[in-house]
């Protein structure tokens, strides 16, 4: 699935080589690196994913202070869900995703520069 807002842009892959691919494809289509995310259910499954693909991690810039503080107390699923929100994507949009992260699917999404 492969979505837009007038936020962002998400795409579902299968595993890190697809996000890998997805992130070049973004940067070929004139997104900005700093502009560009990966979010596995694992923490360190994003970390890896990030680094091979020279993406970005949803952080403290795009959750905000209270968020990111909240997250330290929550399970995976709703810090997850929490940090979708956060780029730009409703709570439902949230939810499917996080469903699928937990299939073991990656996300990767390209914020729009204005």
């Known amino acids: 699935m492969k979505a837009t807002n007038s936020k962002a842009y998400a795409k579902l892959v299968e595993n890190g080589i697809q996000a890998v691919e997805t992130?070049?494809?973004?940067?070929?289509?004139?997104y900005l690196a700093k502009d560009i995310?990966?979010?596995?259910h694992s923490e360190d499954r994003t970390d890896r994913i990030a680094d091979k693909a020279n993406a970005k991690e949803i952080g403290l810039k795009e959750e905000g202070v209270f968020d990111s503080i909240a997250n330290l107390f929550r399970s995976r699923g709703d810090e997850l869900r929490a940090k979708i929100v956060s780029i730009g994507f409703t709570e439902t949009e949230a939810e499917y995703y996080e469903r699928e992260l937990d299939k073991g699917k990656v996300l990767v999404i390209a914020l729009r520069s204005v």
């Not at 995310?37 to 596995?40: M, P, R």
Request: hydrophobic share 60%.
């Open 23 to 30: 992130v070049n494809e973004l940067r070929d289509a004139d």
């Open 37 to 40: 995310f990966v979010l596995a």
